[in-house]
């Protein structure tokens, strides 16, 4: 049927697609620990090393979290934040936050405390999302819907429980809330790359099932996949994934979104094993590239999401016009 | 339905009594009443009729804007109305600071009523379009827009200001401060006059146009009335979420969809339903507040999945 194949020029190959976006991610990389450095090395690397740290766990977190969340929901338009998991996370900070009372929180070590928070919501979150993807016949704009709304719920609750939190309480809520592509919680650092290793692990060792469940649920079954266990484990790896960058620097609606269809426009192929990287690197090249464009040429320090946030409403509501969801 | 209406008078009353400073029947007939009647006169009516006022609007607002998408899942604030609405005060702050507040809400409302009118040409424009992906259209538009609110506020240090206009709050309520809110009332008795009209819209183009009336007339005036509510309320007080979503569709889920004679339970269901939430508001951490926004944010997001998830839901 389509004509314009021959017109059309040949794409290039993944690999070669790949090899520029890591040199791009490179380059970019360098240039967020080099430019403008007017103080000492010692200083300006560890500092600068510790902020692109964080940069590059989120980014990795993010685009891997968003391309597994939409094959298992098989789409392109669901993405972890916009059904409302950060919120989620959110929301169990300030629970606990509001259970323990601040001084006991601010007593425990953050690092254990970062794991409590993240047991609980892999519990929440696989209970709240099986429940909603269990049910048949509901249809994606539905999901989509009581994903937002889910989204809004969460950040109302918590925004009631602030206030109930008297307020010295709420200012040790905030330093842990607040935090942004800038302010990065670098306590944290250690304890998430050790949480992403290990959710990779785990990811790494049904990677090769991916592309099957990305078939579609009723394919997937009749080629041998347990479906159901492995979007089990799928969906811990998200919820593990998303509370790592959300404890890093804070929610970030639309970033997922964005990367992960960059990613499928740019790599002419559906196997996971280069989409995967191929989000990871643009989610790099957004950041460490924006961050670069926003300090050094605008001087704008830190509107990074604020702007990440808007492009991706953009392709989101281009994605919906499109029909991207039917 | 009447047993409701019936409750209303009484949560007004609620209303005038509850508070950190002392109001009673005794006090206020005491010797020494003084203070009392002037609390009672400059804090607590005033808060209490701008209660009533905004409730009743901004379901009535609600209404309208379900009837023009014929949509049961849109309301203001799923349509990009009220995030339009605050990007027009900041504009208006950052632009011009000391003009006067009626000056503002006219800003305001033209921005509300172009977000408005671009949220219903980006429906027109949507292939199949189906009725679950029409508020999210509308969320995620909001969502663009408070983006471009949020960059400028942050620019110019005003996010704070944002979000006390995001986030309804009847505290700070007081005589003097609350009477634009009467504009609003006057175009919900002409939302009333006009009800059969927008009753008649919402059985589409073709229809409205083979009984001889005017659609794009219709819809033009049903947006008008939808912005400048929404403008006044947001800058009165803030914004109140879900409010126009939660009453529309209990109200027609017992009476139906004739608005000439559903309308007026829909504000006086309005107008209970903010005062209530606006007590609860006041007694659960009392001596503090906790703003409407916040609470109504709770409620209406809970029923709203409600809404959805209910089994067998007439989506419609």
């Known amino acids: 049927m389509s004509l314009d194949v021959g017109i059309r020029r040949k794409p290039l190959p993944s690999r070669t697609i790949l090899a520029i976006l890591a040199a791009v991610a490179l380059a970019a990389i360098i240039g967020f620990m080099t430019l403008g450095a007017n103080g000492r090395w010692g200083f300006v690397l560890p500092f600068r090393g510790a902020k692109l740290a964080s940069i590059l766990l989120v980014a990795y977190a993010v685009g891997v979290s968003t391309v597994l969340f939409q094959t298992i929901t098989n789409n392109r338009i669901l993405t972890p934040s916009i059904m409302g998991f950060d919120a989620l996370y959110i929301l169990i900070q300030t629970v606990l936050v509001f259970a323990l009372g601040a001084n006991t929180v601010s007593a425990l070590d953050p690092r254990w405390l970062f794991l409590v928070e993240v047991t609980v919501m892999v519990v929440f979150s696989a209970i709240l999302y099986r429940w909603l993807f269990a049910a048949e016949g509901r249809s994606l704009h539905l999901l989509l819907l009581v994903g937002v709304v889910f989204g809004i719920l969460f950040r109302s609750i918590t925004s009631f429980l602030q206030r109930i939190i008297d307020p010295n309480e709420f200012l040790v809520l905030q330093d842990r809330m607040f935090a942004s592509f800038n302010n990065a919680d670098s306590d944290l650092l250690l304890v998430s790359a050790v949480l992403i290793g290990v959710a990779s692990l785990a990811g790494w060792r049904i990677l090769h099932t991916l592309d099957v469940l990305a078939l579609g649920r009723d394919t997937a079954i009749s080629l041998g996949v347990d479906h159901r266990r492995t979007v089990s484990i799928i969906l811990v790896i998200v919820a593990v994934l998303v509370s790592v960058s959300t404890a890093l620097v804070g929610p970030v609606t639309f970033f997922g979104l964005l990367v992960a269809s960059l990613a499928y426009q740019l790599i002419p192929s559906h196997r996971h094993r280069l989409i995967l990287p191929a989000a990871v690197l643009l989610g790099i090249i957004c950041v460490v590239g924006g961050q670069i464009v926003l300090e050094r040429i605008f001087g704008l320090d830190s509107a990074l999401s604020i702007i990440i946030e808007f492009v991706g409403g953009l392709v989101f509501l281009s994605l919906l016009l499109k029909g991207a969801t039917r | ?316």
């Open chain 2, 1 to 316: 339905m009447v047993l409701c209406a019936l409750l209303i008078p009484l949560l007004g009353a609620a209303s005038l009594f509850v508070g950190v400073s002392d109001v009673s029947l005794a006090t206020l007939f005491g010797a020494d009443n003084n203070r009392a009647v002037q609390v009672l006169l400059v804090s607590r009516i005033p808060r209490t009729v701008a209660l009533v006022l905004a409730g009743a609007g901004m379901a009535v607002a609600g209404t309208i804007m379900q009837m023009l998408a014929r949509n049961r899942f849109v309301e203001p604030s799923t349509a990009g109305t009220v995030e339009s609405a605050t990007l027009g005060i900041l504009v208006v702050m950052l632009v011009t600071p000391g003009i006067p507040v009626i000056a503002r809400a006219g800003v305001a409302s033209a921005f509300a009523l172009a977000g408005t009118a671009l949220f219903l040409a980006i429906l027109r424009r949507i292939p199949l379009r189906s009725v679950l992906l029409v508020p999210l259209v509308g969320i995620m538009l909001g969502g663009v827009i408070s983006a471009v609110s949020t960059f400028f506020a942050y620019r110019f240090d005003m996010l704070q200001s944002l979000g006390a206009w995001t986030n309804g709050d009847f505290s700070g309520v007081l005589r003097g401060r609350y009477e634009m809110l009467w504009i609003s009332f006057g175009l919900t008795v002409l939302a009333y006059i006009a009800a059969g009209r927008f009753t008649v819209a919402g059985m589409g183009d073709d229809f409205t146009t083979n009984i001889g009336l005017n659609y794009r007339r219709i819809v033009a005036l049903g947006l008008v009335i939808v912005s400048m509510v929404t403008a006044t309320v947001v800058v009165t007080v803030g914004m109140i979420p879900f409010l126009g979503l939660i009453i529309p569709n209990v109200v027609s889920m017992i009476l139906g969809d004739n608005l000439k004679r559903s309308l007026p339970w829909v504000a006086v269901l309005g107008a209970g339903f903010v005062l209530a939430c606006d007590i609860i508001g006041r007694l659960v951490l009392y001596p503090y507040e906790i703003p409407i926004g916040t609470v109504v944010g709770v409620i209406g997001s809970v029923f709203f999945l409600y809404l959805l998830l209910r089994k067998n839901a007439r989506v419609a």
